[in-house]
């Protein structure tokens, strides 16, 4: 049960958030971890990419930053794509809600 509840409280934000129409687009999600940082926003993905993944993402590793483009899926999983041509799938819950937008 414990784990179900943590799941709802980083999924919430953002289904709400991928739900509405921001007044202004920003991050909604963070995840860090292993000098990788990945972060999802409310805005349209800017890169060509799989249709089925709308809104930007990007993955800042050191120096180097990659846009991309993410959506939630069941599981709940968040799907990748950035535009050096990496996919990724990550359990929803390992992200951060990004609190103050």
Not at 51 to 66: C, D, H, I, Y
């Amino acid at each position: 049960m414990k784990l179900i509840l943590d799941i709802l409280r980083v999924l919430f934000p953002i289904l709400l958030l991928l739900g509405s129409v921001p007044a202004q687009a920003g991050p909604i999600a963070v995840l860090t971890g292993g000098g990788v940082r990945i972060t999802l926003y409310t805005e349209p993905c800017a890169i060509k990419a799989p249709s089925n993944l709308p809104q930007r993402a990007t993955w800042v590793k050191g120096a180097e930053m990659f846009e991309g483009c993410f959506n939630l899926f069941s599981g709940p999983i968040v799907a990748m794509y950035f535009d050096d041509d990496t996919i990724a799938a990550i359990p929803a819950a390992l992200f951060t809600a990004v609190e103050g937008i």
